[in-house]
T-cell receptor, first 113, second 113 residues
Framework: DQQVKQNSPSLSVQEGRISILNCDYTNSMFDYFLWYKKYPAEGPTFLISISSIKDKNEDGRFTVFLNKSAKHLSLHIVPSQPGDSAVYFCAAILNNAGNMLTFGGGTRLMVKP | NAGVMQNPRHLVRRRGQEARLRCSPMKGHSHVYWYRQLPEEGLKFMVYLQKENIIDESGMPKERFSAEFPKEGPSILRIQQVVRGDSAAYFC???????????FGDGTRLSIL
C-alpha cells in the first residue's frame, strides 16, 4: 500500500518556464512534508519542507503548496534551470511516529535549454 | 566534509556472504536512519537508531538484517547470507533533534553475484 504517490514518472520543461511536480498522499496522519532532489549516484538532497499547519512555503525559486483537504502537495520551480534536472522525491512524516520518512516513487525532471 | 559519510560506495558480494555497510552521521547529529532503494523505486524506510538504541525497525526484514549505532563509531547495517534480491542502493540519513530535515549520504550500492 503506497501511502505517498507521485503519479508522473517524468516531466520535461523548457528552461525559464515553471516546473510543477505533484504528490498525493492517503494517510491523514501525515503532518510534515518534504521535497528532496536526487542526482544519479548521489544521495537525496533536502530542498524544502512544509508543516501541515501551513498551505505554502517559499524558498527562492522553490515553493511548496499543501492542500490538506485534497491530500495533495506540489513543488513549483520557477524559473526552471538545466541544473534542476534530477529526480524529485516527496516525503512525509507521520504525526508522533518518529522522523521516519515515507517517500513517493519520484519524478524525473528534465529541463531543456 | 561534514556531511553524512557512507562506505563503501560500492560493495560486491556473492550469494551467502555477509555485507557490512557503514554510516557516519553529520557532526552533532544523534539520529540515524537507513533506507533502501530498489531500481526504479523510491526509498523505503528500514530502521531508525539513536546511540546504542534501536528506536524503530519496522521496515527491516525479520531475518538476516540487523543494524546498530554504538556509542563510539559509525552505524552499521549488516546483511547476513545475502541473496540476489538484496541488490539495491542503501542510504543512510542523519538528523538532529525534533523535525529537523534528514540529511543523506551518497549511499552504498550493493551488488550480489
Amino acid at each position: 500500500d503506497q501511502q505517498v504517490k507521485q503519479n508522473s514518472p517524468s516531466l520535461s520543461v523548457q528552461e525559464g518556464r515553471i516546473s510543477i511536480l505533484n504528490c498525493d498522499y492517503t494517510n491523514s496522519m501525515f503532518d510534515y512534508f518534504l521535497w528532496y532532489k536526487k542526482y544519479p549516484a548521489e544521495g537525496p538532497t533536502f530542498l524544502i519542507s512544509i508543516s501541515s499547519i501551513k498551505d505554502k512555503n517559499e524558498d527562492g525559486r522553490f515553493t511548496v503548496f499543501l492542500n490538506k483537504s485534497a491530500k495533495h502537495l506540489s513543488l513549483h520551480i520557477v524559473p526552471s534551470q538545466p541544473g534542476d534536472s534530477a529526480v524529485y522525491f516527496c516525503a512525509a512524516i507521520l504525526n508522533n511516529a518518529g522522523n521516519m520518512l515515507t517517500f513517493g516513487g519520484g519524478t524525473r525532471l528534465m529541463v531543456k535549454p | 566534509n561534514a556531511g553524512v559519510m557512507q562506505n563503501p560506495r560500492h560493495l560486491v558480494r556473492r550469494r551467502g556472504q555477509e555485507a557490512r555497510l557503514r554510516c557516519s552521521p553529520m557532526k552533532g547529529h544523534s539520529h540515524v536512519y537507513w533506507y533502501r532503494q530498489l531500481p526504479e523505486e523510491g526509498l523505503k524506510f528500514m530502521v531508525y537508531l539513536q546511540k546504542e538504541n534501536i528506536i524503530d525497525e519496522s521496515g527491516m526484514p525479520k531475518e538476516r538484517f540487523s543494524a546498530e549505532f554504538p556509542k563510539e563509531g559509525p552505524s552499521i547495517l549488516r546483511i547476513q547470507q545475502v541473496v540476489r534480491g538484496d541488490s539495491a542502493a542503501y542510504f543512510c540519513a542523519s538528523s538532529g533533534l525534533g523535525n529537523q530535515p534528514q540529511h543523506f549520504g551518497d549511499g552504498t550500492r550493493l551488488s550480489i553475484l
